[in-house]
């Protein structure tokens, strides 16, 4: 991946991401999830200080190794096991119908193929299971997602595989998934362009 994305990237995140509104947004989707839990793309293990009790275990998927120690000390302080697999959320080799929660926040803009990756999500929940995501993505104003547009080839750069662009609702329709509920917004503390937010929960649709 490169110097910047392997070790200036990750220290950027823990200091933007890590911020009071992200925290807040975070604690907040999590609360519900329980039981076989699976996150993709973990990234520094951010959300991992939030995730109540009522998880019995974790799984997650990273192809990138980003803070190995960071989220060692975080997985330690958890009252439930912590396992992370070095694979992409394209391929996952988890067995169908195994989780009871999969989780994405911020990972769908940077997942190369997201519509693949959320018909493995599909595959691997458990019948009355739920997705819950948290992504930045289009905007609905038309001159916010036009300059979304623009910049997007440049925040591929800067964002490691970042989008700006990704109509995220779509991507989880078009997957299979339905949406059960879906909450619009754009973040205080993130300029529009990427704080323009998608937060909701998805189900198998069969
Ligand atoms: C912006 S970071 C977000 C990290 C974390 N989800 C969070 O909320 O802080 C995006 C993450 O997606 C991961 N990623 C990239 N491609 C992926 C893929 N194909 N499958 C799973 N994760 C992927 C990156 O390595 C990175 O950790």
Known sequence: MGFYCDYVFPRLMEWVMAGDEFIRLRKGLLASAHGEVLELGIGTGLNLPHYP???????????????????????????????????????????????????????????????????????????????????????????????????????????CGCHLNRQIDRLILDAGLAIVNLDRFHMQSVPRLGGEMYRGMAAKSD
Not at 63 to 76: D, V, W
Not at 101 to 124: F, K, M, N
Not at 134 to 142: I, Q
Not at 144 to 154: K, M, S, T
Request: proline share 7%.
């Open 53 to 159: 009790e009522t998880v019995t275990e974790l799984h997650a998927v990273d192809p990138a190794q980003l803070l190995p120690n960071t989220i060692a000390e975080r997985s330690a302080r958890l009252s439930f096991p912590v396992r992370i697999q070095r694979d992409t959320a394209e391929t996952l080799t988890y067995t169908d119908r195994r989780f009871d929660y999969v989780i994405s926040t911020w990972t769908l803009c940077t997942i190369p193929d997201p519509i693949p990756a959320l018909q493995e999500v599909r595959r691997v929940l458990k019948p009355g299971g739920r997705f819950l995501f948290l992504e930045h993505g289009r905007s609905d104003d038309r001159k916010i997602a036009a300059w979304q547009d623009r910049l997007n080839p440049i925040q591929n750069v800067i964002g």
